[in-house]
């Protein structure tokens, strides 16, 4: 359960917060909307799975899921992602799809897991996602890239965007945080 629904008078406290998140995020779309800030396009097809929502939606099983549906297809793919929580900075290779994790503190344990479930699939994490993709095209010429838990990235382009919710969440919970679950307002849907 979310705290302020716990506690009423933690809302009152939290409404400037909340009010602060909302600004950055607004304008920020703003930006990227009119131009200021740039999206990168990579010369190969770009597919990002994301969601709107804090909280486990499903992200990694469906990167699982597309790379081996496109891959059984004879498309060649290749997962880039920021690689949250891991020890190391820069462009870190996970595997290049034939050799195991050496330690997985080193790229984040959902990449880990990717790369143990996806033989014959090369991962990268970058927390600058078009040096990421890079890395990949240069190395590994996939025809997809999939980047995993980008919907809010957009410092790069892409050619579809998959965004999960959960559907055992409430809709009244679908208020920013931290009075809600939303990571951006839902009206960041149609782009």
């Known amino acids: 359960m979310l705290a302020w629904k716990k506690n009423k008078s933690l809302k009152y406290l939290l409404f400037p917060l909340a009010f602060f998140y909302w600004g950055v995020i607004y304008w920020r779309n703003f930006f990227y909307s009119m131009g200021f800030f740039i999206s990168k396009k990579l010369p190969t097809k770009v597919i990002s799975i994301g969601n709107i929502t804090t909280g486990g939606t499903g992200k990694t099983p469906t990167v699982i899921f597309l790379t081996k549906t496109l891959s059984e297809k004879g498309i060649k793919c290749a997962i880039l992602s920021r690689g949250y929580g891991r020890k190391t900075a820069g462009t870190q290779l996970v595997t290049d799809g034939r050799k195991p994790v050496s330690d997985w503190r080193n790229f984040g344990d959902e990449p880990s897991l990717m790369a143990k479930s996806l033989p014959g699939i090369p991962i990268v994490v970058d927390s600058k996602r078009h040096r990421g993709g890079m890395f990949l095209i240069e190395n590994f010429k996939p025809e997809v890239i999939i980047l995993d838990d980008a919907f809010q990235h957009r410092s790069i382009e892409r050619d ?23 990571r951006e307002p839902l009206s960041s849907l149609r782009r």
């Open 160 to 182: 579809l965007d998959i965004v999960l919710i959960n559907s055992k969440d409430k809709k009244t919970d679908y208020k920013l945080v931290p009075f809600g679950l939303l």
